[in-house]
């Protein structure tokens, strides 16, 4: 496996842990140390406990909607690997940045931030941009 | 200069050159490789070229509201160093990351994320979280 594909099996597991409400699962993908999240609105988050209580309190809403995933980006350099992609969560979608360190040949999350993308215009800007 | 006070002058550096409209200076924060961008609402950039362009598209419009920066949080481990802040923005705030590289003992931008803070909750809710 290339350090590409082990960096999107990580991101594929976060999203899995997620979609199954898999407080435990989630816990084994994150850092013990340095670790920062933001939830799109929420304030930041920082730490491990902070961070993996976050997912728990979010597991606990029932009606917290899918995440389909796409638009997979991934820039690797080292011990120190991010994968930006597109969350459709709900109707909308969330720009996503996955911030990964390699630690003992495991690729383990150090930070997340999802951010809402607007419609309309942005999808103009993103056929000028990406061709 | 401490590496957390390097880091934070990095920080101010960017926001000055923003505020400043200044792009010959935002172009040198940034890494030339590796870097991704991902400004409020926009689809995200990829490479030095598309992220330079996009400030300058943003510097050409004369009505861009200031930026007031608070609560900075720096996490920095080796040649890795992000500050996560707030970004106070015509009446709104974003959570805003920032993430550098130390090149040659200076530290380079390689990430900028700026997404909403929501009202009300959230505020709550930092409140039970970092007290």
């Known amino acids: 496996m290339t350090e590409d594909e082990a960096l999107r099996a ?6 899995l842990a997620f979609a199954r409400h898999d407080a435990e699962g989630m816990a084994r993908l994150w850092a013990q140390d340095g ?3 933001i939830h799109p609105g929420w304030p930041p988050l920082f730490g491990r406990d902070a961070v993996l209580s ?6 606990r809403n029932p009606l917290q909607d899918e995440i389909e995933l796409g638009a997979e980006t991934v820039i690797c350099a080292g011990d ?3 994968i930006v992609c597109i969350e459709r969560i709900g109707g909308s979608r969330l720009v996503a940045t996955n911030w990964f360190r390699r630690v003992d040949s495991q690729w383990l999350l150090v930070h997340h931030q999802a951010s809402p993308l607007a419609a309309g215009p942005a999808e103009v800007r993103t056929s ?3 061709h």
């Open 80 to 82: 120190d690997g991010r």
């Open 10 to 15: 990580a991101n594929q597991a976060y999203y």
């Open 35 to 37: 670790v920062s999240c």
């Open 54 to 59: 976050s997912y728990r309190e979010i597991f």
């Open 128 to 130: 000028a941009t990406r």
